[in-house]
């Protein structure tokens, strides 16, 4: 199996911390993981086609670029993607970041920004622009929103674990996975339609209960992190939908998160 990461921005730095992640999914299916920035520091662009995807069996697209970079698929890399989807065994993995502060009022930007508890990101920080036009144009009924901070267990800074819905999982890819990765800002998948066999939602994370913010106001505890979409009609290739700080070291690293890694890697 070749795995592909496309990510969307100048990243050095968060591509190094995925060796781990390289070495496990290179070690348990025999092929190496190859890496790629769509758009390099140099400003040299590698869209998406034909000759990326032809031995490809899993695609990764981290949506880890700003809004402000409007950053969209090109029509050509859509029509890519789509056909590809088309071929048995493949998997499209899209992983849109957090967005953070989207509302244009002072008082809930700050409310975020107390929630999340991260002095470095500032009260109103999007992503992933490219992912969405993405997921527009393949009919993903999926929205990132908000950027959530999870909730730890009891006296300790150990993430809570996940509610798996595991009945639903026909993949197998929460096999022995107990927990993801702690990260202070964390999105929502919002699903957008009330079709439920075209969205399978396989996890949801708790919320830190201490710290407020609009979502759990509404009355949620729960944020989706983890969406299967099975094939349907034209496309016979799987899509799914998790956070790209899943696939790092940066935030940490558990036995949980490298069995996820080996399922992903395994999946068939």
Known sequence: MNFLQGIGGTLELFHRSTLSFQTIVGEATGHPVAVFQRIDQAGYKLPIDERVLADTDTLMVFGLDHLVAEQDAHPDEINAIREWLKR??????????????FTTDPKQQQVEYR??????????QRFS???????DA?????VNQWGLRPAVVQGTKEIAPLTAFRDLDGLGLLNNVTTFNFHLHLPHYEVTTDDAKSVHVLGRQLIDPDRPHPFTTAGNKEFNCLLWLPPKEQRAGDILLIDST?????????DSLANLWRNLALMK
Do not use: K, W
């Open 138 to 142: 393949l009919n993903v009924p999926v």
């Open 246 to 254: 899943h696939f790092t070291t940066l935030f940490g690293g558990t």
């Open 88 to 101: 048995e065994g493949t998997c499209l993995l899209l992983a849109p970041h957090h967005d953070v502060g």
């Open 115 to 124: 929630h999340h508890g991260d002095e470095l990101v500032p009260r109103q």
């Open 129 to 135: 622009q490219y992912t969405r036009s993405l997921m």
